[in-house]
Nanobody, 130 residues
Framework: QVQLVESGGGLVQAGSSLRLSCAAS????????IGWFRQAPGKEREFVAC????????RSADSVKGRFTISRDNGNNMVYLQMSSLTPEDTAVYYC???????????????????????WGQGTQVTVSS
């Protein structure tokens, strides 16, 4: 059974750093692109970043470029989101998700859409104080 479990969230001060982890199981992890999304209260879930199945390509939302770095460790079935220079606007529940279809590639910006991902973790809360 496919399972994705996020961890590493918490309450931090603006300007600090935090690393989120996504532990995957139940599928051939190294063959799937993995994405990070976030959802603030009362708002739609939005794309944050994704990383290709090889780990050689990444995409990030404009709002986090230069501050967030996505990486993966295929040997341990883990994906990470290293966040720095955090601001209150980064406060949200963060989710990791598996992109549909093994060995898929980034096409026409569809990687930013919820519909492109088929399995989701339960989310981890990140709160950034002023």
């Amino acid at each position: 059974q496919v399972q994705l479990v996020e961890s590493g969230g918490g309450l931090v001060q603006a300007g600090s750093s935090l690393r989120l982890s996504c532990a995957a199981s139940g599928f051939p992890f190294s063959t799937y692109t993995i994405g990070w999304f976030r959802q603030a209260p009362g708002k739609e879930r939005e794309f944050v970043a994704c990383i290709s199945w090889t780990g050689g390509s990444t995409r990030s939302a404009d709002s986090v470029k230069g501050r967030f770095t996505i990486s993966r460790d295929n040997g341990n079935n883990m994906v990470y989101l290293q966040m720095s220079s955090l601001t209150p606007e980064d406060t949200a529940v963060y989710y990791c998700a598996r992109k549909r279809t093994a060995f898929s590639a980034f096409r026409d910006l569809t990687y930013v859409s919820d519909a492109e991902y088929d399995y989701w973790g339960q989310g981890t809360q990140v709160t950034v104080s002023s």
